[in-house]
């Protein structure tokens, strides 16, 4: 069982930047292949970013080069660097985690869940 806590959602005018981060309660989260996805209001939720146990990554197109996923396995944390912020990028942002090859978007492959952080970019 892994367990994930989400946390640095927030409020930020568009061009601007937030960190999120992902703590896993699990001794061996890079293991797992672990990913961000996002949902907002009306939509279906969608894979943002994701790396696997060999640090591949993985991203949407309407984030590439603008957000960057890394782990830091010692401390059992994901992150989610989101630069150059936009409107569109207003979501809850959710944490996820399987074990198994990857890295994945697809929401199907994914186990694990967190409860999710708000961000909210105004114009």
């Known amino acids: 069982q892994v367990q994930l806590v989400e946390s640095g959602g927030g409020s930020v005018q568009a061009g601007g930047s937030l960190r999120l981060a992902c703590a896993a309660s699990?001794?061996?989260?890079?293991?797992?292949?672990m990913g961000w996805f996002r949902q907002a209001p009306g939509k279906e939720r969608e894979g943002v970013a994701a790396?696997?146990?060999?640090?591949?990554?993985a991203y949407a197109d309407s984030v590439k080069g603008r957000f960057t996923i890394s782990r830091d396995s010692g401390k059992n944390t994901l992150y989610l660097q989101m630069n150059n912020l936009k409107p569109e990028d207003t979501a809850m942002y959710y944490c996820?985690?399987?074990?198994?090859?990857?890295?994945?978007?697809?929401?199907?492959?994914?186990?694990?869940w967190g409860q999710g952080t708000q961000v909210t970019v105004s114009s």
């Open positions: 790396v696997d146990s060999d640090g591949r990554t």
């Open positions: 699990t001794y061996s989260s890079s293991m797992y292949c």
């Open positions: 996820a985690a399987y074990y198994g090859l990857g890295p994945s978007l697809s929401r199907d492959h994914y186990r694990y």
